[in-house]
Nanobody
Framework: EVQLVESGGGLVQPGGSLRLSCAASGFTFSNYAMSWVRQAPGKGLEWVSFINSGGGSTTYADSVKGRFTISRDNAKNTLYLQMNSLKPEDTAVYYC???????????????WGQGTQVTVSS
């Protein structure tokens, strides 16, 4: 079965950095685009970043542009989110999500992981 397992979350001070990982299994990872989404306390889901199947095309929400970097290692079936210059408003549960195809032509997600908590606080 499709399985997505996030890790790397934790408590960090404002201005600090974290790298999130998502280990994928149960499908041909290199054939599918992926996204990160997040949910802040008391709020709905917010899309954060997108990467196509080959890793050559990425997009970001305006709120994280210039601070976060999405990447993937298809040989390791792993998705990453490097988070720099973190702000308190980045506090959220971060989810790894699989898209239905290889590119942005497939804008909906069909699977996602259990999430990992990121807390940015002094």
């Amino acid at each position: 079965e499709v399985q997505l397992v996030e890790s790397g979350g934790g408590l960090v001070q404002p201005g600090g950095s974290l790298r999130l990982s998502c280990a994928a299994s149960g499908f041909t990872f290199s054939n599918y685009a992926m996204s990160w989404v997040r949910q802040a306390p008391g709020k709905g889901l917010e899309w954060v970043s997108f990467i196509n199947s080959g890793g050559g095309s990425t997009t970001y929400a305006d709120s994280v542009k210039g601070r976060f970097t999405i990447s993937r290692d298809n040989a390791k079936n792993t998705l990453y989110l490097q988070m720099n210059s973190l702000k308190p408003e980045d506090t959220a549960v971060y989810y790894c999500a699989k898209l239905r195809g290889s590119s942005s032509d497939y804008p909906t997600c069909d699977y996602w992981g259990q999430g990992t908590q990121v807390t940015v606080s002094s």
